[in-house]
């Protein structure tokens, strides 16, 4: 089993501290696992500047290409990655934040269905909980199948000690993630993961402005053509209905909507 680790924050501080207390945890659950470290702020990833070339060539097509590349391919070949995060005023450390816009294009173009995710961020006080939920919501529209999230109150600027409270919730979020990884289960997609699939294939496999502005999404979804969702991942019926009137919604739209990406 491989895990990568992902350090969004800028230094190896409080929550650096917890992700290597879940680390030694994995590790005790199956000394097997090969784990891989990558710090965001070893990329040294100019800030994201909205070029679109993701969107309509693809994302190799990225003037930061080089530098995100290796992570991207980093999370392709892991079984579950931990992404590491401390809680800037409510939120995504910007270093995380810059590492996920360069990474918006998944969210038009999904890719990693199998992968499985650990969230944890630690806080001062609050927030740390607003903080797990929304790089969730980021990474199930990339495509992730289940995301685990662990946010905890450090009470602490500098000098955080896991309290035994800490550590057992450590220990009972990672163990259910490392059991999850282990069962290769696949879940059904949460309908804000069903919905963009469905749509953005409807609108992007013959639309009116296809022939004239043609992107990167038009060639993406032609294999996932007439699919409720990625192969290999269970859809219940009734989410296969709801995926299915998003469809029909999409081309109905596309008959009208021009998609350009232009500048």
Known sequence: MKILIINGGP???NT?????????????????????EAHLSDLALPFCT????????GHRTCPHNEAVQPVMDWIEDSDGVIFSMPCFQGHLP??????????????????????????ISTAGAVFAKSTTKALAATLAGWGFNKCYQLPVAAL??????????????????????????RSGKMHAPGIGALIPFN???ALCVGNRGEGEYPTEDNRFWLKY????????????????????????VGKRLAKSMVVTYKK
């Open 199 to 201: 749509l953005f294939q």
């Open 225 to 248: 053509r007439g699919m409720g969702y990625a192969p290999g991942i269970p859809l219940p019926p009734a989410k296969r209905v709801v995926g299915r009137l998003v469809y029909l």
């Open 50 to 57: 909205g070029c679109s070339g993701c969107f309509r060539g």
């Open 94 to 119: 910007g270093i995380l934040k810059n590492f996920t816009d360069h990474m918006a294009f998944l969210l038009h173009r999904p890719r990693y269905f199998t992968k499985k995710a650990l969230i």
């Open 156 to 181: 602490s600027w500098n000098a955080y000690e896991p309290t035994e409270r800490d550590l057992r919730k450590t220990h009972r979020v990672t163990k259910r993630f490392y059991l999850d990884l």
């Open 16 to 36: 650096w501290l917890l992700t290597e207390r879940a680390r030694e945890m994995l590790a005790a659950f199956d000394p097997a696992i090969v784990f891989r």
């Open 11 to 13: 230094r190896r501080g």
